[in-house]
């Protein structure tokens, strides 16, 4: 008897972590679903972000899909900075434990924060998105 109350705690945390590789499971699967409108897309406990054209949209993700969804086009966007753990500022409203963002300053002065989880992802999409955005003023206007 004794033996069973001492795995029963065990028992627990296996449907817990059960529950939880399900949770994350659904909320990977709707990313994939919203991702396919987008060029390139990136997904990570923070954020979910979505590149088509000159448009960048991101998002909290969720089982039904990223909610809080914001976006802006390249062409409003004047900055694109990367922000780590000790400079990130407080009015980010990042999420809890983000140690990395990428900060866009639009044209108008208003800033958006992109999180993400790991420093090098932040990086690649800053450099893709700064030569895209440097393309995309040297591309002649009709």
Same mark, same amino acid.
């Given at each position: 008897m004794e033996r069973g109350l001492l795995w029963l705690p065990l028992l627990g945390i296996f449907i817990w972590l059960a529950w939880a590789g399900w949770h994350e499971y659904r909320k990977l699967e709707a990313y994939k679903i919203w991702a396919t409108d987008f060029e390139r897309a990136k997904y990570d406990i923070y954020a979910a972000l979505g590149q088509v054209d000159a448009r $960048?949209?991101?998002?909290?993700?969720?089982? &039904?899909?990223? /909610? #809080? *969804? &914001? /976006?802006? +086009?390249?062409?409003?966007? +004047?900055q694109i900075? *990367? %922000?780590?753990?000790? !400079?990130?500022?407080? +009015?980010?409203?990042?999420? #809890?434990? %983000?140690?990395?963002? $990428? /900060? *866009? +300053?639009?044209? !108008?002065? /208003?800033?958006?924060?992109?999180?993400? @989880?790991?420093?090098? $992802?932040?990086?690649?999409? &800053?450099?893709? $998105? &700064? @030569?895209? #955005?440097?393309s995309l003023q040297s591309t002649p206007q009709p």
């Amino acid at each position: 008897m004794e033996r069973g109350l001492l795995w029963l705690p065990l028992l627990g945390i296996f449907i817990w972590l059960a529950w939880a590789g399900w949770h994350e499971y659904r909320k990977l699967e709707a990313y994939k679903i919203w991702a396919t409108d987008f060029e390139r897309a990136k997904y990570d406990i923070y954020a979910a972000l979505g590149q088509v054209d000159a448009r $960048l949209v991101w998002g909290r993700p969720t089982r &039904q899909g990223p /909610e #809080q *969804l &914001q /976006e802006v +086009t390249l062409d409003t966007v +004047t900055q694109i900075a *990367l %922000c780590t753990s000790p !400079s990130l500022p407080a +009015t980010a409203n990042l999420p #809890q434990g %983000c140690d990395v963002c $990428l /900060e *866009l +300053t639009l044209d !108008s002065g /208003e800033h958006r924060w992109i999180p993400f @989880t790991d420093t090098a $992802l932040a990086t690649a999409w &800053q450099n893709r $998105l &700064q @030569t895209l #955005q440097k393309s995309l003023q040297s591309t002649p206007q009709p």
